[in-house]
């Protein structure tokens, strides 16, 4: 008996010893990439204040800091990724919605339709995503180390509630200006008849993409509010089973 007893507890040890390596390469990793991150919209943050200082125009200001905004907005699907395998624990989905349409917006609307890159609708949600990020990725970072100054939780859980609208209003005044564009030239549209047999119109997939804003976006802010309650209030949230 004592042994197995003592085989158990070897076991055990290893078992925890291993959950605590792979928590300390999480940590690590999750460490490295929210810096990363932080100082990527920090290098946009000033090339944009830099830009606009020198030309006094936004004009040209997305073809300035387009590669840097493709790289780092692209690098945000690593995100979906470490709520998929654990490390992060947040929903796949919500993750997901909020990664890919910023992607999509970056390299399906803005990068692709160069007539509307000066649309001050894209400085407006370039400018809220800016600022929205090196918030939130600063507050990861701080968080990971345990030394959370108590303004960038503040403005973590406040700033969402002014920023988040405004963002929502420049993506979906940026795609409406897209619109003609898109109709005029057909682009990434799919015209029958073809050897395919299928038929798809990319017009009439910015429309719904738009309106499914609708449903969305109350269920994205909501959520935040519910985190904000959370977080600043120690209210304890019960979350229904979807």
């Known amino acids: 008996m004592a042994s197995g007893e003592e085989d158990g507890s070897v076991e055990e040890k290893q078992t925890n010893n291993k959950k605590r390596t792979k928590g300390t390469i999480a940590t690590a990793w999750l460490t490295f990439y929210n810096i990363a991150m932080t100082a990527g919209w920090l290098v946009l943050a000033v090339s944009m204040v830099c830009f606009y200082l020198q030309k006094g125009s936004h004009k040209g200001l997305y073809k300035h800091i387009a590669r840097t905004l493709k790289c780092f907005q692209t690098f945000a699907l690593l995100e979906i990724g470490h709520c998929a395998i654990g490390i992060v624990r947040t929903s796949v989905i919500v993750t997901g919605v909020q990664v890919c349409s910023r992607i999509f917006m970056v390299w399906f609307i803005t990068n692709s339709i160069r007539q509307i890159q000066n649309e001050g609708s894209v400085i407006l949600f370039l400018v809220v995503w800016t600022v929205t990020e090196i918030t939130r990725y600063s507050f990861y970072t701080f968080n990971l180390i ?7 939780k503040w ?58 804003y609708i449903p969305l976006f109350p269920q994205l802010f909501f959520h935040m509010l519910r985190q904000r309650r959370r977080v600043l209030h120690g209210e304890v949230i019960v979350e229904k089973d979807e």
Do not use: C, W
């Not at 050897?195 to 017009?203: A, C, E, I, L």
């Open 146 to 152: 345990h030394h959370l100054p108590y303004f960038i």
């Open 155 to 212: 403005a973590r859980y406040n700033m969402f509630i002014v920023m988040y609208p405004l963002g929502v209003v420049g993506e979906l005044l940026t795609i409406q200006a897209a619109l003609p564009y898109v109709r005029r030239s057909g682009m990434f549209s799919l015209r029958l008849p073809n050897k395919y047999n299928v038929s798809f119109d990319y017009y009439y997939f910015l429309i719904i993409v738009m309106l499914s």
